[in-house]
């Protein structure tokens, strides 16, 4: 049992460093000839873009969000066994 605590420790605590390290990557995202070609355009270029993101967005958010849902509704399928089984706990 503390082994499996020591492991979710070290997991966390990678995801941590992971998250602290992805922010620089991030802003390479906005490069100069894309900041200077989008503010160039006119009214309805910057609305097309902005609804073109928002229009990416819903795939994989809907993905996500279906995947959190059907983990939560089978969260306990698996903690329930058969009553009728029963455990061996003198291994």
């Known amino acids: 049992m503390q082994k499996s605590r020591s492991l979710l420790g070290i997991a966390i605590g990678l995801v941590l460093v992971a998250a602290l390290m ?16 989008a503010a160039s355009s006119g ?14 967005i819903i795939p994989p958010l809907s993905i996500c969000m279906g995947a959190i849902a059907l983990a939560y509704r089978k969260r306990n399928e698996f903690n329930e066994g058969d009553p009728s089984v029963e455990l061996d706990s003198g291994w």
């Open 22 to 37: 992805l922010p620089p990557l991030a802003f390479s995202q906005g490069c100069a000839l894309c900041y200077t070609q």
């Open 43 to 56: 009214a309805r270029m910057i609305r097309a873009l902005k609804s073109g993101i928002v229009i990416l």
